[in-house]
C-alpha cells in the first residue's frame, strides 16, 4: 500500500542527518504555530516534535526572506 503522505521524522534526527538548513530550535521557537498549521511540525507527546521535512522546505521557500538573524550587542573596546 503506498500513499503520498509525507514522511514524518522525529527532529532529533533530521537535526543529526544534518539536512537542516537552519536552527530548528530558534525557528520552533519563533515559528512554532505557524509550522505547525501547515503540518511541517506536529507535537507528539508532551516534548517530542515530528518534523515533515517536504513541507518545512517549502515553508522556508516561502517565509524565508522575512527573517533576518539575530544581531548580538558588541561590549565595549569590542567595536572596531
Not at 514522511?7 to 525557528?27: D, H, Y
Not at 498549521?37 to 516534548?47: D, M, N, Q
Not at 516534535?49 to 548580538?72: K, P, T, Y
Amino acid at each position: 500500500m503506498k500513499t503520498n503522505a509525507s514522511q514524518l521524522i522525529p527532529l532529533a534526527q533530521f537535526e543529526r542527518t544534518g539536512r537542516s538548513p537552519v536552527n530548528m530550535r530558534w525557528l520552533i521557537f519563533h515559528q512554532k504555530e505557524q509550522l505547525q498549521e501547515i503540518g511541517a511540525l506536529i507535537r507528539f507527546g508532551s516534548s517530542r516534535w515530528l518534523v515533515d521535512e517536504e513541507r518545512l522546505i517549502g515553508w522556508l521557500r516561502e517565509n524565508g526572506e522575512s527573517f533576518s538573524a539575530i544581531r548580538r550587542k558588541t561590549k565595549k573596546g569590542d567595536e572596531k
